[in-house]
């Protein structure tokens, strides 16, 4: 079981970002699917998750309306696209494969960990 994170880097305020996470087909085709966040001093909080068809997703509030969940299945990768980004989302940003079909907003409902990307947005 893999999870491979990627797309993070150095952005000003206002800036974009997309971050890209490659899964093993075998396991996350029919599972939710999750991003995590965790500053430097602060615990994991939850980013984003979608279902395992992309057909709902729901979002923390400090990033709604600013990044967007989505993921291919021929790929078998999920995407956080991230735009008007501020100081506050710096942090390294994990996705992770939920253990139902539905992802969740705790982290205890998600069996599977890629490493992580660093975003940091400067002001």
């Known amino acids: 079981v893999q999870l491979q994170a990627s797309g993070g880097g150095l952005v000003q305020a206002g800036g974009s970002l997309r971050l890209s996470c490659a899964a093993s087909?075998?396991?996350?085709?029919?599972?939710?699917m999750g991003w995590f966040r965790q500053a430097p001093g602060k615990e994991r909080e939850f980013v984003a998750a979608i279902a395992w068809n992309g057909g709902s997703a729901s979002y923390a509030d400090s990033v709604r309306g600013r990044f967007t969940i989505s993921r291919d299945y021929g790929k078998s990768t999920v995407y956080l696209e991230m735009n008007n980004l501020k100081p506050e989302d710096t942090a390294v940003y994990f996705c992770?494969?939920?253990?139902?079909?539905?992802?969740?907003?705790?982290?205890?409902?998600?069996?599977?960990w890629g490493r992580g990307t660093l975003v940091t947005v400067s002001s």
């Open positions: 087909r075998r396991t996350s085709s029919n599972n939710g």
């Open positions: 992770a494969t939920a253990r139902s079909s539905y992802g969740s907003m705790s982290p205890d409902r998600y069996n599977y």
